[in-house]
């Protein structure tokens, strides 16, 4: 089975950075996504990360270190637009099926 | 990248009714996937929609209520049945990408039951 968990909701400033952690439980683990959902729209995706360290997009990074079971998402120079719920989701290699945390919704303020 | 129609887009259902939501895509896909957000959740797994083949359903979810079609590799359908308002919810077809497996979605179907 899968066990995922991550902060429910935070909150941070326009400009500011901030760090959203997903630890995760999987067996058979094969990458793990970040996927950004505005409310109201579909998800989008993020980044994907299927090997240990920081995969680099602009504002965005995420990291991932498969001894831990621990990823995290860096969100730089944060922007208003960029409240929105953002979901850890690792695959499993058995199945290849995404299944997704509870997501962490921020909330950026001016 | 996919892209991927869903409909309806929305709609309010009577308890007890049953409602199919179709899902196109542009290109041939392998794996295929409906999933539901009920209000403030994340996205719950449903099943795997297998081409030619039954569905693949996680824990919690049946045949009966669910019923899942895909009669070829563009093309899925999702029928929620007897529908009770704890069904009112977004249901979402998603697809995988062919190199990395990263999920695309569809824009989603809001459905109230009343």
């Avoid at chain 1, 326009?14 to 505005?38: D, K, P, R």
């Avoid at chain 1, 579909?42 to 001894?67: H, I, M, Q």
């Avoid at chain 2, 996937?33 to 795997?48: D, E």
Wanted: proline content about 4%.
């Amino acid at each position: 089975g899968q066990n995922i968990d991550q902060p429910t909701e935070m909150t941070a400033t326009e400009g500011a950075i901030v760090q959203i952690n997903c630890t995760y439980q999987t067996s058979g683990f094969n990458g793990l996504f970040w996927y950004q959902q505005h409310a109201g729209e579909a998800p989008t995706f993020l980044s994907y990360n299927v090997l240990d360290g920081l995969e680099e997009k602009g504002r965005f990074s995420s990291f991932l270190s498969r001894s831990k079971g621990y990823s995290y998402l860096l969100l730089k120079e944060l922007q208003m637009k960029d409240s929105a719920s953002y979901l850890c989701a690792p695959r499993s290699y058995n199945t290849d099926k995404l299944i997704f945390g509870t997501g962490t919704r921020l909330q950026v303020f001016p | 990248s996919a892209v991927i129609s869903q409909k309806p887009s929305r709609d309010i259902c009577q308890r007890g009714t049953s409602l199919t939501i179709q899902c196109q895509v542009d290109s041939q896909v392998t794996m295929m996937f409906w999933y539901r957000q009920q209000p403030g959740q994340s996205l719950t797994l449903i099943a795997t929609a297998n081409q030619g083949s039954e569905a693949t359903y996680e824990s919690g979810f049946v045949i009966d209520k669910f019923p899942i079609s895909r009669p070829n590799l563009t093309f899925s359908t999702l029928t929620v049945s007897n529908m009770s308002p704890e069904d009112s919810s977004i249901y979402l077809c998603s697809v995988q990408g062919v190199y990395t497996g990263e999920l695309f979605f569809g824009e989603g179907s809001r459905l109230t039951v009343l």
